[in-house]
């Protein structure tokens, strides 16, 4: 029988324990590539706007990204916790 999360959490394993160790570095490298790709669109939007003549659209093209990355984290994170780690 594997033990549940509530009996994990009292024996004291962490996040980097080698059980959780790689879907933590997963889950970083998930959100740090995100953000990243946030930031090199906003970064360089301004100037393609403009290009494009489409700087009304700029509003909505900056924050759909994020909106989205936000939402499918949240949907992402959403499965495991009501599912269980074993996905029963």
């Known amino acids: 029988?594997?033990?549940t999360h509530a009996q994990g959490a009292a024996q004291g394993r962490s996040l980097l324990s080698p059980e959780y160790r790689?879907?933590?570095i997963a889950a970083l490298a998930l959100v740090?590539?995100?953000a990243y790709e946030n930031r090199a669109v906003t970064t360089i939007?301004?100037?393609?706007?403009?290009?494009?003549?489409?700087l009304r659209w700029f509003g909505l093209a900056t924050a759909l990204p994020a909106a989205t990355f936000l939402?499918?984290?949240a949907l992402g994170g959403?499965?495991?916790t009501t599912s269980g780690r074993d996905g029963s």
């Open 45 to 54: 939007l301004p100037i393609v706007a403009t290009e494009l003549d489409g």
């Open 32 to 34: 740090t590539i995100g």
């Open 71 to 73: 939402f499918a984290s």
């Open 22 to 24: 790689w879907v933590t």
């Open 1 to 3: 029988m594997s033990p």
């Open 78 to 80: 959403r499965g495991p």
